[in-house]
T-cell receptor, first 115, second 112 residues
């Protein structure tokens, strides 16, 4: 079965600091990869996704992620965070030959940005 | 507006009292699923449905039931809720051929 690991459970940064959140998955076949964000009290929203092509994916609000197949990783980055980026971030993986097309989520990383 | 709706948003109940959480989507999506979110565990899939009358278990189906009689609705049923089902529940939908999921606003359930 596929699994997704997010190494940092809590991250605290000051505004304008750079952000990188790690995501690793365990599945040897073809995958679709996602990052979702959950702002306090809200539902999950898609930040960005990777299906195929350029492994460097740009999403909303200045976020980007890089798919490194050899490392089974899909790390999320932002050059300069803002207070409004305070949220919980979830990496998710969909194995394409999974009969149920289940989307497997990581445990989440809670980001706090200090003004 | 394209959306997934859930009701109720908040529910406090007692052990053993049957409850249903409704989920509805207006995007004509084939695929719908239910997740529960618990601190440190991320989202875990409870059940999913690939189309009308087609449902299957996810990672944590014990204690839950679902039905998919219509394309737009996918209710989650707890026949005899227990305190370990206290959680935040999300419904989601997507087209089968596309993998971006749209999430509902969540239902916070407390079972005492």
């Amino acid at each position: 079965a596929q699994s997704v690991s997010q190494h940092n459970h809590h991250v605290i940064l000051s505004e304008a600091a750079s952000l990188e959140l790690g995501c690793n998955y365990s599945y040897g076949g073809t995958v679709n990869l996602f990052w979702y964000v959950q702002y306090p009290g809200q539902h999950l929203q898609l930040l960005l996704k990777y299906f195929s092509g350029d492994p460097l994916v740009k999403g909303i609000k200045g976020f980007e992620a890089e798919f490194i197949k050899s490392k089974f990783s899909f790390n999320l980055r932002k050059p300069s965070v803002q207070w409004s980026d305070t949220a919980e971030y979830f990496c998710a993986v969909n194995a394409l030959n999974n009969a149920g097309n289940m989307l497997t989520f990581g445990g989440g990383t809670r980001l706090m940005v200090k003004p | 507006e394209a959306q997934v709706t859930q009701n109720p948003r908040y529910l406090i109940t007692v052990t053993g009292k049957k409850l249903t959480v409704t989920c509805s989507q207006n995007m004509n999506h084939e695929y719908m699923s239910w997740y529960r979110q618990d601190p440190g565990l991320g989202l875990r899939q409870i059940y999913y449905s690939m189309n009308v009358e087609v449902t299957d278990k996810g990672d944590v189906p014990e204690g839950y039931k679902v039905s998919r009689k219509e394309k737009r609705n996918f209710p989650l049923i707890l026949e005899s809720p227990s305190p370990n089902q206290t959680s935040l529940y999300f419904c989601a939908s997507r087209r089968t051929a596309q993998y971006e999921q749209y999430f509902g606003p969540g239902t916070r359930l407390t079972v005492t």
